[in-house]
């Protein structure tokens, strides 16, 4: 099962990723988590980056796809993977088909329809670790401690991506240039659409029944 999961920053792409990719034991390949151990790491593909995840900005297409690419050739893909975050632009779904080739291409684009109140609040809410990174919200995932892990207890902080005006800007940015990928993978066929504003297990649940009837395993 190769799936890619399409749809606005605090669409829920990231939660559902994690839950799929436990349930059907696929990897679950996010470009936003590669970008960020780039940053925290200070390598020269994060430096790039960081300028532009700050301002809530996509990063370019030529830093992206090239990770993107070489993650998929690790054995652990063979059976299938699900991709959170990537592709983002017509040009890197094109050059994502194009390296794949019509024998290991893509099964599905599962698209995240969000209200962009659900996704302010949802993002504006986040909070991360500083240290194991775990993702906690203020409202829906809270902490037993406030600002504290509970995991590890050290210390949790808001992401500059995730403040409220750069939320704002983030969505904004989505749908001047992804939105067109729904039309992209539309007119390949492979597009599912579902609704975003679900809680997690609804969610799943409705991923499930689409895998399902798909015959994806």
């Known amino acids: 099962m190769k799936i890619v ?3 606005p920053p605090g669409a829920g792409k990231g939660t559902q990723s994690v839950v799929l990719s436990r349930e059907y034991r696929l990897p679950h390949i996010s470009t936003g988590d590669i970008l960020r151990e780039s940053v925290k790491k200070s390598l020269p593909l994060g430096l790039k980056a ?3 995840m700050d301002k809530g900005e996509l990063v370019p297409d030529e830093i992206v796809t090239g990770i993107v690419i070489e993650r998929l050739k690790n054995p652990d ?8 975050g990537f592709p983002r632009t ?3 779904a094109v050059d994502l088909d194009e390296a794949l080739g019509k024998t290991s291409g893509l099964d599905m684009a599962v698209y995240f329809d969000t209200s962009e109140k659900v996704a302010i ?4 809410g986040r909070r991360v670790c500083k240290a194991c990174g775990f993702n906690y919200h203020v409202k829906n995932i809270p902490p037993k401690k406030a600002d504290t892990c509970d ?3 050290n210390p949790l902080f808001q992401r500059p991506d995730d403040k409220e005006a750069t939320v704002i800007n983030r969505l904004k940015v989505y749908a001047d240039q992804t939105k067109p990928l729904i039309e992209y993978y539309k007119k390949s066929g492979i597009l599912k659409e579902v609704s975003g504003d679900l809680g997690v297990d609804e969610l799943f649940k409705v991923l499930s029944k689409i895998f399902r009837d798909a015959n994806l395993k």
């Not at 893909?77 to 959170?84: A, F, M, N, R, V």
């Not at 609040?121 to 504006?124: A, K």
């Open 5 to 7: 999961l399409l749809g």
């Open 50 to 52: 960081k300028s532009y």
């Open 77 to 84: 893909t063979k059976k299938g993977y699900i991709l959170d």
């Open 90 to 92: 017509v040009k890197q």
């Open 121 to 124: 609040e949802r993002l504006s």
């Open 151 to 153: 995991k590890c207890g």
